[in-house]
């Protein structure tokens, strides 16, 4: 969502992952994310915990995302009179202890009523060095492309869920409560990236929007994405739609300068950092089976919502 202003304080505005202004020789982040069940998550295959964890991941990710820490959050939880009391208390601890987990607090909030879906508005706070945040718009051709972790755990998940099979336990966490990078994006603000997002609405369509922020192309090769281990026992003919397109993976897409590709192991921390592609000079975003080799055409490139 983008919105007109001509305050000078903010230092970075709509279109990215969080607004940043400085107060006080202070960069501040806030970003807000929303959960609608149905849309976003399903209490069928989740529990109320993990329904919060999720709202609060979910959020907590796009400060990531800029190589910022989360400090303070709120939250709004929107649902039907009858919801039950259980309900609204495991949301709240699910959100309460995933911020404690990132070193954050959740403040407070409010609780509303709805006639429609179950629906989880969380607003985070965080802060990061004055002029530091890592921008969509930072990509320069000729830097490489990374991500952390592994993808597509949770779009099989979910795939397996859907169809009554019982998916691995930790693909399914990272569906119904994954862990926003927070650490990870600051060891790779603190390195030198120039651009970052997260992963949520799968790699390409996630890709193309920083592609598109910064000006340039983004080149991915099929053969060096981490898929999750195990994911070609599942789907052998979808293991390419679901790591480049599944989305859900938070995690974090980074173009950086080729010297740091040198040095990822000890920017990763446990998640682990992997090289995708490179920067080049154009607009959008390829997916080829190896460097220099043939573009790779998938029947969806991720989850748009409108």
């Given at each position: ?29 806030v ?10 998550f ?28 989360a ?15 259980g ?9 309460v202890?995933?911020?404690r ?56 998940a ?19 409560a ?9 060891r ?17 369509v ?10 340039c ?7 060096h ?12 003919a ?12 938070y ?10 590709a ?6 990763s ?18 997916l080829?089976e ?9 029947s969806g ?6």
């Open positions: 969502m983008g919105l007109a202003t001509g305050d000078g304080r903010l230092a970075v505005g709509p279109g990215d992952d969080a607004a940043v202004w400085d107060l006080d020789g202070r960069a501040l982040a970003t807000t994310d929303s959960l609608v069940e149905r849309v976003d399903l209490r069928s295959f989740q529990s109320p915990w993990e329904v919060g964890v999720k709202a609060w991941s979910a959020a907590a990710s796009d400060l990531a995302a800029m190589g910022f820490r400090d303070l959050g709120v939250a709004c939880l929107i649902c039907s009179p009858d919801t039950f009391e309900t609204i208390l495991g949301i709240q601890e699910g959100m202890e995933a911020a987990r990132d070193g954050a607090l959740l403040a407070g909030g409010d609780v509303s009523s709805t006639d429609g879906p179950l629906t989880i508005a969380v607003t985070v706070l965080g802060s990061g060095p004055p002029g530091e945040a890592v921008r969509l718009s930072g990509a320069l051709p000729g830097d490489l492309v990374a991500v952390t972790g592994r993808l597509g755990g949770a779009a099989a979910l795939r397996l869920l859907e169809t009554g099979r019982v998916p691995p336990e930790s693909w399914r966490r990272r569906l119904v994954p862990v926003a990078r927070l650490a990870e994006g600051q790779l603000r603190a390195a030198g990236a120039h651009a970052m997002t997260d992963l949520s609405d799968g790699l390409l996630d890709a193309a929007r920083l592609a598109a922020a910064s000006s192309q983004l080149e991915l090769w099929a053969d994405l981490p898929l999750e281990h195990e994911l070609e026992h599942f789907f052998p979808e293991l390419l739609q679901l790591g480049a397109a599944g989305g859900e993976d995690e974090l897409l980074v173009c950086l300068p080729e010297p740091l040198r040095n990822l192991s000890s920017l921390g446990g998640a682990g950092v992997s090289v995708v592609g490179t920067v080049c000079p154009g607009d959008g975003v390829r080829l190896h460097p220099d080799g043939p573009e790779v055409a998938l490139r991720g989850f748009r919502h409108f």
